[in-house]
Antibody, heavy 120, light 108 residues
Framework: EAQLLESGGGLVQPGGSLRLSCAASGFTFSSYAMSWVRQAPGKGLEWVSV????????YYADSVKGRFTISRANSQNTLYLQMNSLRAEDTAVYYC?????????????WGQGTLVTVSS | EIVLTQSPGTLSLSPGERATLSCRASQSVSSNYFAWYQQNPGQAPRLLIY???SRATGIPDRFSGSGSGTDFTLTISRLEPEDFAVYYCQQYGTSPFTFGPGTKVDIK
């Protein structure tokens, strides 16, 4: 069974940077697109970014474009999200989610999330 | 960006009743790339329905999805205690892959 485990969350000041990681197991990581989805406290889900299985295609929400970078290390079964120029409105639980063999797929497995708090 | 609107915001029902949740898209969803997720408090979302009407692995058959184009429906035929949760719709046919604001199904 697929398992996803996020790490790297924490408290960061506005304007700071943070890198999230998502360790995957139980499936052929390189064959599947992966996404990041976030959820601000008490709010709904917001899709952040997706990356194809080989890393060749990436897409971003407008709210993070130019500040966040999604990447993956298939040899290490790990997904990343580099977050720069962080703002208070980026405060959220960040989930990694497994997609399908193409980027245009639903998310059939989710991690438990890691909390990012942007505050001075 | 495709905006998804869910109705109602809250649905108050009793166990055993039928729940009908709606989601409307601001433009047609490409190839019916449309999903429904369930989220319980403090937990990660769980995929229920993909491709508008296909049940995900392990999802009971009391959950069903229908619709196409801009109008989609999730139906829970008979509510079980564990079904009281928040439900989100999502389109994944056009980037950005947007979610609806959610419908909370609570116990009447």
């Amino acid at each position: 069974e697929a398992q996803l485990l996020e790490s790297g969350g924490g408290l960061v000041q506005p304007g700071g940077s943070l890198r999230l990681s998502c360790a995957a197991s139980g499936f052929t990581f390189s064959s599947y697109a992966m996404s990041w989805v976030r959820q601000a406290p008490g709010k709904g889900l917001e899709w952040v970014s997706v990356i194809s299985g080989n890393g060749g295609s990436t897409y971003y929400a407008d709210s993070v474009k130019g500040r966040f970078t999604i990447s993956r290390a298939n040899s290490q079964n790990t997904l990343y999200l580099q977050m720069n120029s962080l703002r208070a409105e980026d405060t959220a639980v960040y989930y990694c989610a497994k997609g399908g063999r193409g980027v245009y797929n639903s998310f059939d497995q989710w991690g438990q999330g890691t909390l990012v708090t942007v505050s001075s | 960006e495709i905006v998804l609107t869910q109705s109602p915001g809250t649905l108050s029902l009793s166990p055993g009743e039928r729940a009908t949740l709606s989601c409307r898209a601001s433009q047609s969803v490409s190839s019916n790339y449309f999903a429904w997720y369930q989220q319980n408090p403090g937990q990660a979302p769980r995929l229920l329905i993909y491709a508008a009407s296909s049940r995900a692995t392990g999802i009971p058959d009391r959950f069903s999805g229908s619709g196409s184009g801009t109008d989609f429906t999730l139906t829970i035929s008979r509510l079980e205690p564990e079904d009281f949760a928040v439900y989100y719709c999502q389109q994944y046919g056009t980037s950005p892959f947007t979610f609806g604001p959610g419908t909370k199904v609570d116990i009447k």
